[in-house]
């Protein structure tokens, strides 16, 4: 008898033609999350196993692979011959460290993809049922709510044995589903935003503009460990730290108060549609949310999408705050995000911004400033960072 992590996937099965391809990404993934362990990883007739994993090793595994995407859920399994005393011996153990002599209901569950072996599912939970009570007198069968369930199931090769079934982070393999640039600020949406992307199976770049020196190097730092919490679960994330000062200075300086933050925002999603362009992203992403902040009424979200050619994509657009923070917290991005340090949109915040801003005008605006070398300039002045999740600070 050995240890083996059984992992049952989300939504792969529903990709008919495509499922070798979504497959074998997940395999990677799943490879990649254990790094620097090499276990063994198959996959199986609508299971993957990872074998050969020191049982020292077995926690810290599933806590990795708890952040891998397409992973409905992780059970950590006895891996044992294909006989009923192998499997018995199995459930035993089992039931031994799960109990600990205390009274619990129990339910049996079987299933078998190799159909010759000689007990049908039926009989495995059924002898099951009867043989561990007769052992375990704190046993007692309860079909209906046991506070333990075990679980057989027998393969080609094994019989796994298991009773814990561990929800995995659902949503499909990074990488299944193309690559977007995310506008990550340092605040709390925009890490929950490329976090939903790359559960739907995206994998991300990312951008982000600092205004040096009114916001300081540390709200830059800030913003590459946020990329590499975001990393844990969309894998590296390249990051482009964009200079924006000269950017905010000529619209501080030659247009409209009232229309700073949208002007702003124009140019952002420029510079991003730039980057996106040259890195193979499809998609702009950013952590806006229908009113929020008078950038993000729907009048002003029209107004920013003028400026670029790429979808821009906002999964976060009918969340409320409170919501996003629970996000936030679950992902871990919550504590970093809440450093105080200025971000480049709060610095120039205009008194009384627009609401409800019209193309026409901004673009009017716009036309003021000569921004083609600014934009230039900034493109120049940008620094890339490849950031891997243990790049935390
Ligand atoms: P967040 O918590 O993500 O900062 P927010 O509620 O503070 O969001 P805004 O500051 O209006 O909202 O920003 C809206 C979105 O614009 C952000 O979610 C992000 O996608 C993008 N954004 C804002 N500032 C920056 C920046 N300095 N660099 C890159 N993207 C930014
Ligand atoms: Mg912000």
Request: hydrophobic content about 40%; glycine content about 6%.
């Amino acid at each position: 008898m050995s240890t083996a992590i059984l992992i049952k996937y989300a939504e792969i099965h529903l990709k008919g033609l495509n499922r070798p391809f979504f497959e074998r990404q997940l395999v990677q993934k799943i490879q990649s999350a254990l790094l620097p362990q090499t276990p063994r990883v198959e996959r199986e007739q609508g299971r993957i196993f990872v074998y050969d994993l020191p049982e020292s090793e077995l926690a810290w595994a599933v806590d990795r692979l708890s952040a891998v995407f397409g992973i409905h859920a992780i059970c950590p399994a006895h891996m044992t011959d294909k006989s009923y005393p192998a499997i018995l011996a199995a459930a035993e153990a089992l039931v031994e460290t799960e109990t600990k002599g205390k009274p619990h209901s129990f339910k049996a569950f079987a299933k078998r993809s190799d159909k010759n072996f000689p007990m049908s599912s039926e009989q495995i939970y059924r002898e099951l049922g009867h043989d561990l009570p007769a052992k375990f007198p704190h046993l007692r069968v309860d079909v209906h709510k046991p506070e333990l369930s075990l679980t057989v199931e027998v393969r080609t090769h094994n019989a796994f044995v298991y009773t814990q079934e561990i929800k995995g982070a659902g949503g499909m393999p990074v990488g299944t589903g193309g690559r977007a640039m995310l506008l990550l600020s340092g605040g709390i949406d925009s890490p929950v935003a490329g976090y939903m992307m790359a559960k739907r199976g995206v994998s991300l770049a990312a951008i982000h503009f600092y205004s040096y020196p009114y916001t300081s190097e540390r709200a830059r730092d800030k913003v590459v460990a946020l990329a590499g919490i975001l990393a844990r679960y969309a894998g590296p994330v390249d990051l482009y730290l964009v200079p924006f000062t000269e950017i905010q200075m000529a619209i501080y300086e030659k247009c409209p108060q009232t229309q700073t933050t949208v002007l702003m925002r124009r140019l952002m999603m420029r510079i991003a549609e730039r980057f996106a362009d040259k890195t193979d992203c499809r998609a702009l992403v950013t952590g806006e949310s229908i009113g929020q902040v008078a950038s993000q009424t729907l009048e002003s979200l029209a107004v920013t999408n003028d400026a670029v050619k790429l979808p821009v994509l906002r999964p976060l657009i009918c969340f409320d705050k409170e919501e996003i923070i629970q996000t936030a917290k679950h992902i871990g991005s919550f504590e970093t995000s809440i450093l105080p340090y200025e971000d480049c949109c709060t610095v120039f915040v205009p008194k009384h911004p627009v609401t409800k801003p019209r193309v026409d005008k901004l673009r009017e605006s716009e036309a003021r400033v000569d921004f083609a070398p600014l934009i230039e300039a900034a493109e120049a002045g940008t620094v890339f960072v490849r950031v891997k999740s243990e790049e935390l600070w």
